[in-house]
C-alpha cells in the first residue's frame, strides 16, 4: 500500500496462513480457568480447567504481529478482501457457536457480536376507576 511501511503479508496466502496459525494456537492453548471442588473428600481443592479460547481480532493481530488498523486496510485490498472477510467470519463464527454451547457468556458474545435484542417497550397508564379526589367538607 503506498505511502506507508511495506506490507508485512505479501500475499493473501501468507496472511491466510499467519491467520490459521493465531486459530491453531488458541485451540492448543486454552485459558486455565481455576474452580474449588465444594463437597466431599476433596473439598477445598483447587481445580485447573482447560476452557476454550475465544478468536479475536486484536488477539489475532497481536499473535501474527500487525496493528488492528493494518488488518482493516488489508481488508480494503480488494486482493485481500476474500481472506480477511473468510478471518472475520470465522471468529464471529466461533464466538457465536462459542456462545450457543454455553463456552462463552452468551451476553458477552452477544454484545460483541451486535446481537443485543432492541424491543421497545411501551406503558401505557389507565385511568384509576376512582381517581383519589380529595373534597373539602365545606364543599357539601
Known amino acids: 500500500m503506498p505511502g506507508?511501511?511495506?506490507?508485512?503479508?505479501k500475499t493473501p496466502e501468507d496472511l491466510e496462513n499467519a491467520a490459521l496459525a493465531y486459530f491453531t494456537w488458541c485451540n492448543?492453548?486454552?485459558w486455565i480457568k481455576?474452580?474449588?471442588?465444594?463437597?466431599?473428600?476433596r473439598a477445598g481443592e483447587l481445580l485447573s480447567i482447560p476452557t476454550q479460547r475465544p478468536y479475536t481480532i486484536i488477539a489475532m493481530c497481536h499473535h501474527i504481529g500487525i496493528d488492528v488498523k493494518t488488518f482493516y486496510n488489508y481488508?480494503?485490498?480488494?486482493?485481500?478482501?476474500?481472506?480477511?472477510?473468510?478471518?472475520?467470519?470465522k471468529i464471529r463464527n466461533q464466538k457465536y457457536e462459542?456462545?450457543?454451547v454455553g463456552a462463552f457468556n452468551a451476553n458477552i458474545i452477544?454484545?460483541?457480536?451486535?446481537?443485543?435484542?432492541n424491543q421497545k417497550i411501551e406503558l401505557h397508564t389507565e385511568q384509576p376507576l376512582f381517581p383519589d379526589v380529595h373534597?373539602?367538607?365545606?364543599d357539601k
Open 34 to 41: 481455576t474452580d474449588v471442588i465444594r463437597s466431599g473428600d
Open 110 to 117: 452477544a454484545r460483541d457480536l451486535g446481537l443485543t435484542d
Open 98 to 100: 462459542g456462545a450457543a
Open 4 to 9: 506507508g511501511r511495506p506490507n508485512i503479508f
Open 28 to 30: 492448543d492453548t486454552p
Open 75 to 89: 481488508e480494503k485490498n480488494p486482493e485481500f478482501f476474500h481472506i480477511t472477510t473468510h478471518i472475520v467470519n
Open 135 to 138: 373534597s373539602d367538607e365545606s
